[in-house]
């Protein structure tokens, strides 16, 4: 059974920095897209980072680049660093995984979805 699980969420002041991990368990990864989304409040889930091992391309949503660093450690395991946190990026957070390769920003493309951890971000 193909399980993620996030941790490292919590709150922080603006300006702080976080970094949340998902592990992987059930299968290897390596080789196929996997990201992060989060969902705010009363908002849709929203794309935040992507990974594709196609050349370890990194991909980000406008609102977070600069700030937040995707990375892999071996086939299991994704981190996201998050910098110069502000109020907006509070959230819950996803890491998502899929069984194709490549990467998307569209939520559908994921076949497998952790937890979420809640990111706090106060003014």
């Known amino acids: 059974q193909v399980q993620l699980v ?11 920095s976080l970094r949340l991990s998902c592990a992987a368990s059930g299968r290897t990864f390596r080789n196929y ?7 705010a409040p009363g908002k849709e889930r929203e794309f935040v980072a992507a ?7 990194e991909y980000y949503a406008d ?6 660093t995707i990375s892999i450690d071996g086939a299991n395991t994704m981190y996201l660093v998050m910098n110069s946190l502000k109020p907006e990026d509070t959230g819950v957070y996803y890491c998502a995984v899929s069984r194709v390769r490549g990467y998307s920003d569209n939520a559908s493309f994921y076949d497998y979805w952790g937890q979420g951890t809640q990111v706090t971000v106060s003014s």
């Open 63 to 68: 609102s977070v680049k600069g700030r937040f």
């Open 51 to 57: 990974f594709n091992w196609l050349g370890s391309s």
């Open 33 to 39: 897209a996997m990201g992060w989304f989060r969902q």
């Open 6 to 16: 996030e941790s490292g969420g919590g709150l922080v002041q603006a300006g702080g």
